[in-house]
């Protein structure tokens, strides 16, 4: 791995993290498996929920300490200052809804480099608030990887980042919580649909259930019309 480019990771996810907090109120929950995981030096793989467009910043803060390797859709990583950015960190691209062997190979090497491997298997922003499909090829490649599966959810970002809305930003507060799906042997242990099930349980989330729970809110956001209707 590049010296720069563990610098620009380390240096990035420093400052997102403290911006996050500062201008959300973004906070991180761990459970205790996932705190020793995060200490240690072994690989593991967090898979993401993706509510919003937001999600690979508060993603990329939960991440710190470690070093890890997030993937993104190639569009996202070839797109002006945010693909530059992207490319100096080392993001993963991904071509989105086909094979990408490319990909497959250098999230097996993250693995195997003993680094932190990320991504979104939902692999597209939710659209209502709620979480989409994950295709089975997910629980197979987790599998594969042979380490322990966390479950991360960005709490709040469908509503300060809304996928309908492209008017930038919008005040509110988030939250970051990690899971523990699976331990390395447990995975290896279950079946294909036995950890697609664990996976789905893990990823689920509901916008509005956040919001009537206090789990988010929207401070300036603007008119009720934009609450998603039951």
């Known amino acids: 791995m590049k010296r720069e480019k563990k610098f620009t990771y380390f240096f990035v996810a420093i400052v997102i993290k403290i911006a996050l907090r500062v201008v959300l109120g973004y906070r991180i929950k761990a459970d205790e498996a996932v705190k020793k995981l995060k200490r240690g030096k072994d690989p593991f793989v967090v898979l993401s929920a993706h ?12 991440l710190y300490p470690r070093y890890g390797r997030i993937v993104a859709g190639a569009q996202q990583v070839c797109k002006g200052a945010q693909g530059r950015l992207f490319r100096m960190m080392n993001v993963i691209p991904k071509k989105q809804f086909v094979p990408d062997l490319n990909a497959v190979r250098e999230m097996l090497q993250t693995v195997k480099d003993g680094h932190v491997l990320a991504f979104m298997p939902e692999g597209r922003v939710s659209m209502d608030g709620l979480p989409g499909p994950i295709d089975p090829s997910c629980a197979k490649l987790v599998k594969k990887l042979r380490v ?25 507060r988030i939250g970051g919580e990690l899971k523990l799906i699976a331990t390395a042997e447990e995975a290896a242990a279950l079946s294909i649909p036995e950890l697609e099930a664990k996976i789905d349980a893990a990823l689920a989330y509901d916008a509005s259930e956040e919001l009537r729970n206090g789990l988010a809110d929207r401070r300036g956001y603007g008119p009720q019309q934009y609450d998603r209707m039951d």
């Open 148 to 172: 322990p599966v966390v479950g991360f959810i960005a709490h709040g970002t469908y509503f300060v980042k809304p996928p309908y809305d492209y008017n930038g930003i919008h005040c509110g």
């Open 51 to 62: 509510p919003s467009e937001l999600d690979a910043a508060p993603l990329l803060a939960a």
